[in-house]
Structures are given as C-alpha cells and as structure tokens.
C-alpha cells in the first residue's frame, strides 16, 4: 500500500480556488450593501485572489525550479563519487590481475 500522505500541487490549487469562492459568495450574500457596491467589492476581491494565485504560482514554479537544479547537483556529484569509485577499484585490483598473469597456471 502507498503511504502517500503529501497533497498534490493540484488539490492545493483547487483547495484554494474552492475557498476563495466560497468565501466571495458568503461576503456577496451576506453584505449590508448595494448591489453596485457588491459587485465593486467582489471585482476586487477577485482582483486580489487572482494576484495572489499568481504570486504562489510563481512561487511554486521558482520552488520547483530550485529542487531541480539542486537534484542535477546531486546526481552530477554522485556520479563523479561513484566513478571515482570505480577507478580506485580498478587501480585496487590491477596489481593483483598483474600477479596472476605471471604465475604459471597449476592444475589441481
């Protein structure tokens, strides 16, 4: 079973979608005010909601970016360990390949 318990970009985004709607409506239905200066109250909150969507999706975006430039860093360093790894073996090993070839070969 999946233990995923993280929520996605896209279940936040809609998350706050819902409430801003929500809460417009609810101001909307509630208000003590004219329906011109509904209308003007509700321009403007979207006004606001839009910007602020737009600012957290600009902030997601520059997250992700982020995550992936530091994921390139990490795989290009790890892999540089990895062949270091590897020639350190090699180099490790060729004395005793090096020895082997010179003994003659003795049957049992």
């Excluded at 993280?6 to 417009?24: C, D």
């Excluded at 003007?40 to 910007?51: F, K």
């Excluded at 790890?78 to 010179?102: F, H, I, T, W």
């Amino acid at each position: 079973m999946s233990g995923n318990n993280g929520a996605s970009a896209g279940s936040v985004a809609l998350a706050f979608l819902s409430g801003i709607l929500l809460g417009a409506a609810t101001a909307f239905l509630l208000a003590p005010q004219s329906g011109r200066e509904s209308r003007e109250g509700l321009l403007r909150a979207a006004r606001r909601a839009g910007d602020d969507f737009k600012d957290f999706s600009e902030k997601a975006t520059h997250t992700w970016e982020d995550v992936v430039e530091k994921s390139r860093d990490f795989m290009s360093e790890a892999s540089s360990v990895v062949q270091d790894a590897v020639d350190a073996g090699k180099e490790a090993m060729r004395p005793l390949r090096n020895s082997s070839r010179d003994e003659p070969n003795t049957p049992l």
